[in-house]
């Protein structure tokens, strides 16, 4: 499945380690999506420029998987989770 290149774009400057564990910790190390333990961060928009900590959610390697297809469906599940 292709997702028009995303995967090879370059991340911003923010997206450090730093950032992550902080996306992590206020999550809780919880699956956004199943509830399980989770250490995935994901972009909402699948924008990997856009760090802003609203754009930034924990996922399970499992779920992070399933956002990789359909991403449209997943943007608006996202965007509807306010």
Not at 8 to 29: A, G, Q
Not at 37 to 51: A, M, R, S
Request: charged share 25%.
């Amino acid at each position: 499945v292709h997702n028009g290149g995303t995967s090879f774009e370059p991340y911003s400057v923010d997206w450090t380690e730093t950032l992550k564990r902080s996306i992590r910790e206020r999550d809780h190390y919880i699956c956004k999506l199943c509830s399980q333990y989770g250490n995935v961060i994901h972009h909402k928009d699948y924008d990997k420029k856009n760090c802003n900590p609203d754009n930034l959610i924990t996922l399970c390697k499992r779920c992070h998987s399933k956002t990789n297809n359909n991403q449209n469906y997943w943007k608006n599940y996202f965007l509807r989770q306010k």
